[in-house]
Nanobody
Framework: QVQLVESGGGLVQAGGSLRLSCAVS????????MAWYRQAPGKQREFVAV???????NYGDSVKGRFTISRDSANNTVFLQMNSLKFEDTAVYYC?????????????WGQGIQVTVSS
């Protein structure tokens, strides 16, 4: 099966930075969009950022100007550089890969990684 493994999370003080990585393995077909979502306790999952196969990007309003998504297509890896972190960025962050299959797209999710920002 396709697997997504996130790394780089942890505890950071407000104003600090973290860089998340998500490596996709065992993908037979090409990967289209890759995205990050997050879910804080008691909240619905929130869109954070997406990067297309053509390297176009889009961000959720709450992270614009602070987060940067990028990808290394050769290694099937997506990154999320998080700067100027705020307490409200505390959440479990999930990586999503949209994989092109013959009949459409299949989305695979990582297990999630905790990001905690101290106030």
């Amino acid at each position: 099966q396709v697997q997504l493994v996130e790394s780089g999370g942890g505890l950071v003080q407000a104003g600090g930075s973290l860089r998340l990585s998500c490596a996709v393995s065992n993908s037979i077909f090409s990967i289209n969009d890759m995205a990050w979502y997050r879910q804080a306790p008691g909240k619905q999952r929130e869109f954070v950022a997406v990067i297309t196969s053509g390297a176009s990007t889009n961000y959720g309003d709450s992270v614009k100007g602070r987060f940067t998504i990028s990808r290394d297509s050769a290694n099937n890896t997506v990154f999320l550089q998080m700067n100027s972190l705020k307490f409200e960025d505390t959440a479990v962050y999930y990586c999503d890969a949209g994989i092109k299959v013959p009949k459409g797209f299949m989305h695979s999710w990582g297990q999630g990684i905790q990001v905690t920002v101290s106030s």
